[in-house]
């Protein structure tokens, strides 16, 4: 199989490939490549039984295939833990060690760090900004707390806006909207910091282009579009803490589960807090997660144990109606309205229900066909498929919960790559022009199928 080299932003070549022996085998000796705190290792693990496996074990695997090849991200260390737990594998690229840290530049809406990635402070500016300059087409929502503000221990509010031409009844938290819904949001897993970036873009480019545009202006004067631009503040705290360094941190600030404390000396990377899209009451406790509190996929204690998947549950009934039956062999009704994007990265993909098996959703053909038509909008490097056929199956998301507990389609798009300069959780800002350019046209495209997205 075709060797392709990855690479993560600030990453260098490894210097001395190793292979991981297997559990029976003598213990591994140290990698010996140039130093780093952060490893990707590549691992045979193909479709099926073997990526479960992986994954069910903890490790940080990342969007990313390559034949039957999966990637972990890790420490030096990893390298014993995949052997022991009878993976073979070896290592595929290293980020560099850290620089000196420098904190964030700025003020208010014009706060940033790595280069030019918007802090939490600068997207919550920006949208009071965007709905005072903007009152007839923007209004922020507030719907609910980040887990550390409930613990009055600092934290988020958790906020949405709504950008629409608007008229008596527009948005509202109603089911019953006169207008059709198009939802996206960004950065539930905190490190994917791409995805903020395209949230605040898509803000800007519906607010200022209507008016002027005629596409955005005929867009806004018959749908509601809400974003959420930052779906997991906690965890994007931790991220921006580390100002040009920014923090690999996935899952949600909630510390209280479990008997230890993460990171742990046997997994220097391990983490604490609480994967979101693990946790949401679909499918919890599936394939693809773990009770294990400091793994990256750590699906919390109970289905919807987090407020920050509770607020987006209540959000998502407060703006669709249920047009799905219970069973999950139960259509949608065709008569559906509204769209509903995450953003992740990296990998280049449009994904669809159902994510926590391969057996194909009731409303496989349209879904299917929505997300062959993003891809090709995306480019030839993009791919669609339920995660099953391109990664692996996982449990708890809020793919499987938007379409199963409401009907309405979900996709998940995986931005970016783990090839060349702007790849991996950190690309150099410059990249996000490159990556914009693809989701722009996508997001247009989203939105206009919102008013009828199963009827062709």
């Given at each position: 199989?075709?060797?392709?080299?990855?690479?993560?932003?600030?990453?260098?070549?490894?210097?001395?490939?190793?292979?991981?022996?297997?559990?029976?085998?003598?213990?591994?000796?140290?990698?010996?490549?140039?130093?780093?705190?952060t490893?990707?290792y590549r691992?045979?693990?193909?479709?099926?039984?073997?990526?479960?496996?992986?994954?069910?074990?903890?490790?940080?695997?990342?969007?990313?295939?390559?034949?039957?090849?999966?990637?972990?991200?890790?420490?030096?260390?990893?390298?014993?833990?995949?052997?022991?737990?009878?993976?073979?594998g070896?290592?595929?690229?290293?980020?560099?060690?850290?620089?000196?840290?420098?904190?964030?530049?700025?003020y208010?809406?014009?706060?940033?760090?790595?280069?030019?990635?918007?802090?939490?402070?600068?997207?919550?500016?920006?949208?009071?900004q965007?709905?005072?300059?903007?009152?007839?087409?923007?209004?922020v929502?507030?719907?609910?707390?980040?887990w550390?503000?409930?613990?009055?221990?600092?934290?988020?509010?958790?906020?949405?806006?709504?950008?629409t031409?608007k008229?008596?009844?527009?948005?509202?938290?109603?089911?019953?909207?006169?207008?059709?819904?198009?939802?996206?949001?960004?950065?539930?897993?905190?490190?994917?910091?791409?995805?903020?970036?395209?949230?605040?873009?898509?803000?800007?480019?519906?607010?200022?282009?209507?008016?002027?545009?005629?596409?955005?202006?005929?867009?806004?004067?018959?749908?509601?579009?809400?974003?959420?631009?930052?779906?997991?503040?906690?965890?994007?705290?931790?991220?921006?803490?580390?100002?040009?360094?920014?923090?690999l941190?996935?899952?949600?600030?909630?510390?209280?589960?479990?008997?230890?404390?993460?990171?742990?000396?046997?997994?220097?990377?391990?983490?604490?807090?609480?994967?979101?899209?693990?946790?949401?009451?679909?499918?919890?406790?599936?394939?693809?997660?773990?009770?294990?509190?400091?793994?990256?996929?750590?699906?919390g204690?109970?289905?919807?144990?987090?407020?920050?998947?509770?607020?987006?549950?209540k959000?998502?009934?407060?703006?669709?109606?249920?047009?799905?039956?219970p069973?999950?062999?139960?259509?949608?009704?065709?008569?559906?309205?509204?769209?509903?994007?995450?953003?992740?990265?990296?990998?280049?993909?449009?994904?669809?229900?159902?994510?926590?098996?391969?057996?194909?959703?009731?409303?496989?053909g349209?879904?299917?066909a929505?997300?062959?038509?993003?891809?090709?909008?995306?480019?030839?490097?993009?791919?669609?498929?339920?995660?099953?056929?391109?990664?692996?199956?996982?449990?708890?998301?809020?793919?499987?919960?938007?379409?199963?507990?409401?009907g309405?389609?979900?996709?998940?798009?995986?931005?970016?790559?783990?090839?060349?300069?702007?790849?991996?959780?950190l690309?150099?800002?410059?990249?996000q022009?490159?990556?914009?350019a693809?989701?722009?046209?996508?997001?247009?495209?989203?939105?206009?199928?919102?008013?009828?997205?199963?009827?062709?």
């Open positions: 199989m075709k060797q392709r080299r990855l690479s993560l932003a600030l990453a260098g070549a490894a210097s001395v490939v190793f292979l991981v022996g297997t559990s029976t085998a003598a213990p591994p000796q140290p990698v010996a490549v140039q130093e780093g705190p490893y990707v691992v045979p693990a193909p479709l099926g039984e073997k990526a479960q496996d992986l994954l069910a074990r903890g490790f940080d695997v990342l969007e990313q295939r390559d034949g039957d090849d999966l990637f972990v991200l890790g420490s030096k260390t990893t390298h014993t833990r995949l052997a022991e737990a009878g993976f073979t070896q290592v595929e690229s290293v980020m560099a060690p850290p620089s000196a840290e420098l904190k964030t530049r700025g208010g809406i014009t706060e940033t760090y790595y280069g030019g990635y918007r802090t939490i402070r600068a997207h919550y500016a920006h949208l009071d965007v709905a005072l300059r903007h009152a007839r087409l923007a209004t929502v507030d719907y609910g707390d980040s550390r503000k409930t613990q009055g221990a600092g934290g988020h509010d958790l906020k949405a806006i709504c950008i031409r008229g008596p009844g527009d948005c509202r938290l109603t089911p019953t909207a006169k207008k059709p819904r198009m939802f996206v949001s960004a950065q539930i897993h905190a490190r994917e910091i791409t995805t903020g970036d395209m949230a605040w873009r898509w803000i800007d480019h519906l607010t200022q282009g209507y008016g002027k545009d005629a596409e955005v202006t005929s867009l806004l004067d018959s749908t509601e579009v809400w974003v959420v631009p930052i779906a997991n503040p906690d965890g994007v705290r931790i991220v921006q803490s580390g100002g040009d360094s920014p923090k941190q996935r899952k949600n600030g909630n510390y209280t589960n479990g008997p230890r404390e993460c990171p742990t000396t046997e997994d220097p990377n391990a983490q604490i807090g609480v994967d979101v899209n693990r946790n949401f009451d679909a499918q919890w406790g599936d394939n693809g997660t773990s009770a294990d509190p400091c793994h990256q996929v750590y699906r204690p109970k289905a919807d144990s987090e407020v920050e998947t509770r607020a987006l549950e959000l998502f009934r407060g703006l669709f109606p249920d047009t799905r039956g069973g999950l062999t139960d259509p949608a009704d065709p008569k559906t309205r509204g769209m509903v994007i995450t953003m992740h990265s990296a990998l280049n993909v449009v994904l669809l229900p159902w994510g926590y098996t391969t057996t194909p959703s009731p409303d496989d349209p879904l299917r929505m997300a062959r038509d993003m891809a090709g909008l995306a480019g030839a490097d993009w791919r669609y498929g339920q995660p099953g056929e391109l990664l692996y199956t996982a449990g708890g998301s809020i793919d499987d919960w938007v379409y199963g507990e409401l309405v389609p979900h996709y998940t798009w995986e931005i970016g790559n783990w090839q060349g300069d702007c790849a991996g959780f690309p150099a800002y410059s990249c022009d490159g990556h914009w693809k989701v722009r046209p996508m997001l247009t495209y989203a939105t206009k199928k919102a008013a009828n997205p199963y009827g062709g």
